[in-house]
């Protein structure tokens, strides 16, 4: 009886990857297509979804400047932007640390890190490369003062707007992949606090339009957790190369003082110099007014201070623990060794003092008898 040989499908369209690991990707591209269809039907409406909207026309000495503000809409942006986000989480853990997983044959707990370290080195890595290139573009680095003057800063250049939605698109899908990447119940709890922090961070920067401090912030962040979600998966193929977690600790402590002193700079000192200090939520002025009350402005410092304290504590804790943990082993591997040259040296003395036995007669270290030869007689 002959048997017909099966074909080997893609693994795109292996029923694996559809319905078992990643099951959201199908959803998805049924949603880009309807778009698509969209696009083709009513331009204007698809446009919501792909292009940030509310855009005008700032004069400017050189002519007119097109920017953007917020709104309501921006909603209906962000979710189109959650499904394509959704599609490349899937793509990258299929094609890129599936493949990796299955070459290192890693533990069930292992897994799971590798593959949240795995896809946040990803995110980190692009969002890096993107706010640094947006806040060199704009100015901001080379004109720090650019971060507070004119505030409020309620019109946005078009790719700090796009930044801004793309992030928090990021970031509100990374609660639906809690449950498509099943992960564990002990592990949900720190990354809703993680995922929370980041939304609130930036979605508080783009309300309160602190935009240009929420990127120079975001970058430090971003720097310094790219580092760390490298040195793990560095580890998780090497246990024993340990050298990028020294190399993070020295970013973590760096991008710390410099995220200190920003605050510093623009919460003390810049904001409390602002031309117009009145509440005008029209305008967009929120907070600014606050500043001016020397008072009110201590107390933020302070908590601000007190954060990073905290968070530097945190750190310092993890690294004391961490060395100890090394130098222990370290130490109990030389004890090891010491003892196992002094059973050797024992053995070997203990074999020079009492010979040794060959063929039932008992030799000395030469291989001579000790037994005094009789001599005969002539």
């Known amino acids: 009886m002959a048997f017909r040989r099966r074909a080997k499908s893609h693994p795109l369209f292996s029923q694996e990857f559809l319905i078992h690991n ?7 591209l049924v949603l880009i297509v309807l778009i698509a ?14 292009l940030p909207q509310y855009n005008v026309s700032v004069p400017t000495a050189d002519g007119e400047l097109v920017q953007y503000h917020y709104g309501l809409k921006d909603l209906v942006t962000i979710l189109f932007y959650i499904f394509i986000a959704i599609v490349l989480h899937a793509v990258v853990q299929e094609y890129i640390l599936d493949k990796i997983n299955r070459r290192l044959h890693l533990s069930k707990v292992k897994h799971s890190k590798f593959n949240e370290s795995g896809q946040l080195v990803a995110f980190h890595l692009t969002s890096v490369i993107w706010c640094l290139y947006v806040v060199v573009t704009e100015g901001y680095i080379s004109n720090p003062r650019s971060l507070w003057e004119n505030y409020p800063h309620v019109y946005l250049p078009y ?18 992949e809690l449950y498509f990447q099943k992960v564990r119940k002990e592990e949900i709890p720190r990354q809703l606090r993680c995922i929370s922090l980041y939304l609130l961070h930036i979605a508080g920067a783009y309300l309160l339009n602190l935009t240009r401090l929420g990127l120079i912030l975001l970058l430090l962040q971003y720097l310094a957790e790219f580092f760390f979600h490298m040195a793990r998966l ?27 002193t920003l605050y510093i700079l623009v919460i003390g000192f810049g904001l409390p110099r602002v031309e117009s200090q009145a509440l005008d939520p029209e305008r967009g002025n929120f907070f600014s007014f606050l500043f ?20 530097m504590w945190r750190f310092i804790h993890f690294q004391l623990r961490r060395w100890r943990e090394y130098w222990n082993e370290q130490s109990s591997r030389k004890r090891a060794a010491a003892t196992a040259a002094g059973t050797k040296q024992q053995t070997k003395l203990l074999k020079r003092d009492s010979g040794y036995h060959e063929n039932g007669v008992v030799k000395a270290e030469n291989g001579t008898s000790p037994r005094t030869k009789k001599l005969k007689s002539p």
């Open 292 to 311: 001016n009350n020397i008072f009110f402005r201590m107390s933020v410092l302070l908590l601000v201070c007190l954060f990073q304290a905290s968070v």
């Open 22 to 28: 990643h099951a959201d990707i199908g959803f998805c």
């Open 159 to 176: 790719q700090v707007k796009f930044f801004y939605l793309c992030q928090l698109a990021y970031w509100l899908h990374a609660l639906p």
């Open 234 to 260: 560095v580890y998780f193929t090497d246990e024993s190369n340990e050298k990028l977690f020294n190399v993070w600790a020295v970013v973590f402590v760096v991008t710390r003082l410099f995220t200190l």
């Open 37 to 50: 269809l969209m696009f083709e039907v009513t331009a204007k409406t698809a446009f919501l979804f792909i």
